[in-house]
């Protein structure tokens, strides 16, 4: 019991279900399966004040597109926290090595910003709308990247995004309201204004029944007759 | 490599001036020398020859012919040229109308009108040969043979033509007036004694230039110099060392699998202990030299008893061998003592070289007894030049991509020049050479023998430089849109190039005629393009370009390169000189030396340069403290000869007033251009445009979106991201109804959806006592006057009001959670939380959002 309770309150696994985000759910799904099954790029933001749900959000649906075959064995993710990677020169890198590109020897990635900068751009635009993998850019922290210099970093996505290139689709997730005031016209013009609104007005009701839930053992537990006992105590 | 030595060549008539002209005071002459400064050597070029003349690719000079030398009133050394085209000087499509592969070797005779004819002597490198041939005749090599060209057709930018009679006798009697110079020979189908004679003739006389100079005393140190002196004759020596490489790598490689073909490793052998023998007959003082020749002849015997000789061997009697092996002996020890017999051997070689095409010809009776010393090893260096090159063509045949290897042997070998024993660091090196980009090709992986060797000893990981920026390819297909709205979604994205830009005729034929007149009259120039973001600026300028590049193709216009950088997609304003000289010439330098080399690019008269259009985006971010990149990007049109033409595209239309300075905003010019954001009536016309037939949205619809996005920004590209919106929403919405049809419903939605403030909702979905601490702040505001309250202040009027309401206080701690809450969502705007209580409070929003999303609860 502690394993499964721990596994879930801890770690930030897609387990249980939402609760009143379907609308968004579906939104950010078929959005995401538009990239990856059309080629289509997309941009869009995701903004929720903290605890609301965005990275479990991201994280159900990436789990339920994992579950279609054509989707595994296409997509690329890189996954960037505007916490670690503190400027473009990092954030780059670790795009790189995350994409696996060629210039990655033993994980880490070698060059000149510049030459990194290039070498990225000139990938993501050797690919086409049909061709080429697409990639599922997820910027945690948006907000955080948008104090980068110049935004090159932003600009060069949405960028891509917004031409005929690789297939390319950027989430941000943040909790700040004001974000799209924070960057700049040109990188805001390019940015396709998607945006999700994660706000968790939950009365009281709602509450309890989310924590019930979560604390419910599931039905597939070992000892049956243990389990029905936890979920009666967990009811009352 | 050119580029260094260039900077130190001098260069100085040669002889009195032969004629003079009082009137435009320029004084001819017939000649002039190349003084090499480090080495103290001296070329001496006359008129007629021909020559290698820098381009803006040092490793592509162009081809030329001297006719004419004089010095005009302001002391410059000019030079009146006739130019030969290389083929990759042949724009891309006119290569086709030859209906063949052009070799390295084969350039065009030039008629093509435009060119500038007169250059400066200072961009003259070196002398060339270049050989006339008769239309039907074969290349009679096809080495990398580097400094022979052959001419067969003449170019004049529309078509090949071969070469009339007396251009061809023209060109015959240059090369003859030359000195009978021993490249002419390989012409002459036979290979009489004669000839050896005057090849002797001919090296003697360079053994005489060189032992003229000084420096001969030590044999390393004149091999050396020897290299160095001139760049031909570095060349020449680099071939041979890269030839020699081959072979000893190769010959490691045998040794290592004794399966291969014993018979060739067993003679090879014997020669080995023939040369070894040798080599401790003769006491030479500099011994590790000779081992790096031992080590460079070793190679080739094995092949040449292996491969090549098996002809000659069935005639030649087992003496004959014994001379061969003999000689062979010679030729190292010949090469060890003597620099200047070395050259010679060089000379010998590229001849033989020349040669190979006849050898099967000619019969194995000019082996006579050795009749001196000199001519002994002469005949040697033919025949090691020989099996070389035979082993060469044996090599190119087995794998196309010879040229790779040997190019990269090339640079190895210059290595070894340089630090012959420092094995571990060559390995290094040529590791590092083994991932240049020109052998990036996959095969070369395997095309050098050495480099599976060589490689595992590089210790460091080091970035391989041959990885192609590539994303895996997917490995299903993308879907094709399956129904109308998935298709207009498709066609309505930003990404989705249209045939023509609708609504931008205007901007687009301004732009056009600007670049079209500069490039008709091969000047530069500079134009500023200027809009908000969507307007279609770069799609404009693109279009433009694209249209230009059309009509070059249609011989409308003289062709012209094209550049675009973006000053976002800089690292930094300095990296667009390494970015535009990458795309110029392919070199890859620092950014302060790309900037000097594109400065003396653009600023020197430079021979056969086509006009360079240069797109500019993102201006401002260009910008730097002093301003030098934009000055040099606009100083560069208004040189003369630079052929440069700059479109600056940028968003704010007065940028040259407000960050430029005088000298930069003057020398941008007064071609401005502003893109107006697009009216209502536009956008209507370019989405209906991109879907052109398909029924997918209603008229009214796409006039709303228009009107809406015309009153915000007028950004085409938000308009479109609005339209995709709505076809998604439509279908979802359909999913239940069937209606394939955008609606004013889903625009409206849509539109709600992009442009609508995100603060009420956060404010309404908030927490009670969130909202609660919201109220007290505009209570403490109403009350202090003043927009701005510490949170201690709020804090009682927090109490105050939930007094009011008849609910427990919170705790002050819990009022500090709720109001950094506030603050990480920026509803709040909050100072610093160390002075805890007496931080300061804003709000982020106006009083009245506040008060209209609370009062509805």
């Not at chain 2, 032969?18 to 320029?26: A, C, E, H, Q, Y």
């Not at chain 2, 200072?122 to 990398?144: A, D, F, K, W, Y």
């Not at chain 2, 030729?331 to 070689?349: C, G, I, Q, T, V």
């Not at chain 2, 392919?586 to 003396?600: E, M, N, Y």
């Amino acid at each position: 019991v502690q394993r499964i309770l721990r596994e879930r309150f801890c770690h930030h696994c897609a387990t249980g279900k939402l609760f009143g985000i379907e609308h968004q759910y579906k939104h950010l799904l078929e959005l995401l399966k538009r990239t990856t099954l059309h080629g289509e790029s997309n941009s869009a933001l995701i903004i929720g004040p903290r605890g609301s749900g965005k990275t479990t959000l991201l994280n159900h649906v990436l789990k339920e597109l994992m579950g279609i075959k054509q989707v595994r064995e296409n997509l690329l993710q890189v996954h960037l926290n505007g916490l670690l990677q503190t400027n473009d020169k990092v954030a780059l890198k670790e795009i790189t090595r995350q994409l696996h590109l060629e210039n990655v020897v033993g994980d880490k990635v070698f060059g000149s910003f510049a030459e990194n900068l290039v070498f990225l751009l000139e990938a993501l635009r050797k690919g086409d709308r049909s061709s080429s993998c697409p990639v599922l850019f997820v910027l945690d922290e948006f907000d955080l990247f948008v104090h980068h210099k110049n935004q090159t970093l932003l600009y060069n996505l949405f960028d891509i995004s917004q031409s005929a290139q690789t297939p390319v689709t950027v989430i941000g997730l943040t909790c700040r309201q004001d974000i799209l005031e924070l960057l700049e016209k040109r990188v805001k013009s390019r940015f396709s204004h998607r945006q999700i609104y994660l706000m968790n007005s939950f009365d009281f009701k709602q509450y309890i029944k989310i924590f019930k839930e979560q604390l419910s053992l599931p039905a597939d537990f070992p000892d049956e007759s243990f389990a029905q006992k936890w979920n009666n105590n967990v009811k009352v | 490599m050119n580029t260094r030595q260039q900077s130190k060549r001098i260069y100085i008539w040669y002889g009195k001036p032969t004629s003079s002209d009082r009137k435009l005071r320029t004084l001819q002459y017939k000649g002039f020398l190349i003084k090499s400064q480090r080495t103290q050597t001296e070329t001496c070029i006359q008129i007629g020859e021909f020559v290698l003349v820098e381009g803006e690719n040092a490793d592509r000079p162009f081809v030329a012919q001297l006719l004419d030398l004089y010095e005009d009133g302001a002391q410059q050394k000019h030079a009146i040229v006739q130019w030969f085209s290389h083929i990759t000087e042949v724009p891309q499509h006119k290569r086709r109308l030859l209906k063949r592969e052009v070799s390295r070797q084969e350039v065009f005779f030039d008629q093509v009108s435009g060119y500038d004819t007169d250059i400066s002597v200072e961009t003259i490198i070196r002398s060339v040969m270049v050989i006339p041939l008769q239309l039907g005749e074969t290349l009679p090599v096809v080495l990398n043979t580097e400094p022979t060209f052959y001419v067969k057709l003449s170019w004049d930018g529309k078509c090949f033509k071969p070469l009339s009679p007396d251009i061809f006798s023209k060109l015959k009697e240059a090369n003859k007036k030359t000195g009978g110079s021993p490249k002419f020979l390989p012409k002459s189908p036979l290979y009489s004694l004669d000839i050896i004679y005057a090849l002797e003739k001919e090296t003697e006389r360079v053994v005489q230039s060189v032992t003229k100079k000084k420096n001969v005393e030590m044999e390393i140190e004149s091999k050396h110099s020897a290299s160095k002196s001139s760049l031909s004759k570095e060349r020449h020596s680099r071939r041979v060392a890269n030839d020699m490489k081959t072979p000893t790598a190769r010959k490691k490689l045998q040794l290592n699998s004794p399966t291969k073909s014993p018979k060739g490793t067993l003679s090879g052998r014997d020669v080995l202990e023939l040369l070894d023998d040798d080599c401790d007959a003769v006491s030479e003082p500099s011994a590790t030299k000779r081992k790096v020749k031992f080590t460079g002849i070793l190679g080739s015997p094995p092949k040449k008893s292996c491969s090549s000789d098996k002809p000659k061997s069935k005639l030649d009697s087992a003496e004959c061998e014994q001379s061969l092996s003999d000689t062979i002996r010679l030729s190292p020890y010949s090469k060890a003592r003597d620099s200047s017999k070395e050259e010679k051997n060089l000379h010998m070689k590229e001849d033989s070289i020349c040669l190979t095409g006849h050898q099967k010809l000619r019969s194995v009776s000019p082996i006579p007894t050795p009749r001196s010393h000199r001519k002994c090893a002469l005949r040697t260096s033919i025949r090691i030049a020989e099996q070389i090159s035979l082993l060469n063509i044996l090599e190119s045949e087995k794998e196309e991509d010879f040229l790779s290897s040997s190019d990269s042997c090339y640079s190895s070998s210059e290595e070894e020049e340089n630090d012959v024993l420092c094995t571990p660091k060559r390995n290094s090196k040529s590791s590092r050479i083994f991932s240049t980009p020109k052998s990036s090709r996959k095969s070369s992986v395997h095309t050098p023998a050495k480099t599976p060797k060589k490689t595992p000893l590089s210790a460091t990981p080091k970035t391989p430089r041959n990885a192609t920026p590539e994303i895996p390819k997917r490995s299903h297909v993308a879907q094709k849109p399956a129904n109308i709205l998935e298709e207009a979604r498709l066609r309505l994205h930003v990404s989705a190039v249209p045939e023509s830009l609708p609504c931008r005729e205007e901007e687009f034929q301004d732009i056009y005629n600007f670049v079209e007149s500069k490039l008709i009259d091969g000047t530069g120039g500079c134009m500023y393009i200027s809009g908000v973001p969507g307007t279609g600026k770069t799609a404009t300028v693109h279009e433009v370009i694209r249209c230009l590049q059309q009509a070059a193709e249609n011989d409308e216009l003289p062709s012209f390169q094209f550049i675009e950088i973006n000053g976002m997609k800089l690292t930094d304003p300095h990296q667009a000189y390494v970015q535009i000289l990458e795309f110029l010439t392919g070199q890859k330098v620092t950014a302060t030396h790309a900037a000097t080399l594109l400065a003396k690019l653009f600023s020197t008269p430079g021979p056969k340069r086509k006009t360079t259009v240069l797109i500019v985006d993102e201006l401002d971010l260009l910008w730097t403290r002093k301003q030098n990149v934009m000055y040099n990007l606009f100083d560069w049109p208004t040189q003369k000869h630079s052929k440069l033409i700059i479109l600056a595209i940028a968003n704010t239309m007065d940028l040259p007033e407000r960050i430029m300075m005088n000298r930069v905003a003057s020398r941008l010019g007064l071609t401005r251009m502003s893109f107006q954001p697009y009216t209502y009536k536009q956008l209507q016309q370019i989405i209906s445009s991109r879907l052109s037939n398909l029924k997918a949205f209603e008229e009214d619809a796409i006039q709303l979106v228009s009107r809406k996005v015309a009153a915000l920004s007028g950004d085409a590209r938000r308009c479109l991201d609005i339209c995709r919106r709505a076809t998604e929403i439509c279908e979802f919405a359909s999913q239940k109804n069937t209606s394939g049809i955008v609606r004013m419903v889903h625009i409206t939605e849509a539109i709600d959806e992009m442009f609508s403030s995100p603060y009420i909702n956060a404010i309404r979905s908030a927490s009670l006592h969130e909202q609660i601490f919201l109220k007290a702040i505009l209570a403490e505001f109403r009350r202090a006057g003043v927009e701005e309250a510490t949170v201690q202040q709020v804090y009682h009027q927090h109490v105050a009001l939930c007094r009011i309401e008849g609910m427990q206080s919170p705790t002050v701690s819990e009022v500090m959670a709720v109001c950094s809450r506030l603050g990480a969502c920026r509803l709040l705007l909050v100072e610093s939380s160390n002075k805890y209580l007496h931080m300061r409070v804003r709000l982020n929003i106006s009083q009245d959002d506040v008060m209209y999303a609370l009062k509805d609860e």
